[in-house]
């Protein structure tokens, strides 16, 4: 590869990290709807028809940095839940939990920017697997080896799951619910007295 050649990726990779950087404060400050993709071009300091040589449209800029989001998410959720079956199932919900409401927490205006968009935009596969699909896939691969690997289950148990964190997590950013303390609490219960009722039901369940 050439200098010039070699400059000018370097270039680009910069131009399109300005434009992320941008998105996500203009995300946080105006919320979805309200941001236009002059405002994210004017942030990132770059013409606007620079804009839409990295992204097509500004959902497809929030998708990318949902993406990072959800990805740094799973790394910590990773960290939390190793490969292995919790010795202390009540312990290790209390740990997810508090996983997942402080990564919302300390994002709170983008997990607003991500709802607003999936309740903007409607589609069948947003509304079936919301904002954190790497979520639900881990929790799904962790799940199927707890339930004795039936996978297609373990796929509705963690959907399931997901979406009652979710719940929960929305009405404790932006609701009028209990302290943090609290709610890490009843997510925990909530969690391990399904997971653990479905899967009981799964193992007494008569081979086919």
Known sequence: MSANSSHRK???????????AAGRECFRESGYQATGVADIAKRAGVAHGTFYVHFDD???????????????LVRRLERT???RAPDQPQDLAKKLARVCLDAWQADRELVLAFAERAGVDGAVTALRDGISPPIARFLA?????????NAA??????QALLGLWTRVGLQYLFGQGPNKKRTVELLAQL???AVSSVFSTLESRPSP
């Open 10 to 20: 370097r270039q680009k990779a910069e131009t399109r990290a300005a434009i992320v």
């Open 58 to 72: 500004k959902g497809q800029l929030l998708d990318e940095i949902l993406n990072d989001f959800n990805a740094s």
């Open 81 to 83: 839940w190793p490969e």
């Open 141 to 149: 691969d962790r799940l199927s080896a707890f339930g004795g690997g």
């Open 153 to 158: 289950e373990a796929e509705l148990v963690a």
């Open 191 to 193: 969690s391990v007295g």
